[in-house]
């Protein structure tokens, strides 16, 4: 299965991008030591991802709320923000995490996004 979820990657990045997933699906690394040895299958891109949200995370932990995110996907920053919220405040009962999904990807515009992206 090919893998192509980076935009603006260059040829050779998706390629080494499916090498780490071959390398990941092949791993000889036992099952119960995987999950700690992910680092070894992080592309840079991802890390820095997580990077990212980690600041992301650092901004708001003098701001009451809740983190909502419009586009989870596959939840990884759901996933991530659990993470962070078990880090950062484990006791704030009050900082739900809570994700949209149409689940069906991108389904088109709305009529007040205007004609700019293609509304009417
Ligand atoms: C490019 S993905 C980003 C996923 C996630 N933020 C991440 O970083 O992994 C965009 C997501 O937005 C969702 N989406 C697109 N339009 C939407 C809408 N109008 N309402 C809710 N979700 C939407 C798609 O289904 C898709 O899962």
């Known amino acids: 299965m090919e893998v192509n979820v980076i935009r603006n990657s260059t040829k050779k990045e998706i390629k080494n991008k499916n090498a780490f997933v071959e390398l990941l699906r092949n791993s000889p690394i ?3 030591e995987l999950l700690s040895n992910l680092p070894l299958y992080i592309p840079r891109q991802d890390f820095t991802h ?3 949200v980690n600041e992301i995370y650092q901004k708001i932990l003098n701001t009451p709320g809740v983190i909502m995110e419009f586009g989870c996907r596959w ?3 759901m996933a991530l923000f659990e993470t962070l919220r078990g880090i950062y ?3 704030d009962y009050c900082r ?3 994700g949209f999904d149409t689940f069906e990807g991108f389904i ?3 009529e007040k996004d ?3 992206w293609g509304g009417c």
Do not use: H, V
Request: hydrophobic content about 30%; proline content about 10%.
């Open 89 to 91: 405040e484990p006791y």
């Open 30 to 32: 036992p099952e119960n």
């Open 114 to 116: 205007g004609e700019q």
């Open 75 to 77: 939840g990884r920053n």
């Open 96 to 98: 739900k995490i809570i």
């Open 108 to 110: 088109g515009f709305d």
């Open 50 to 52: 997580i990077l990212l």
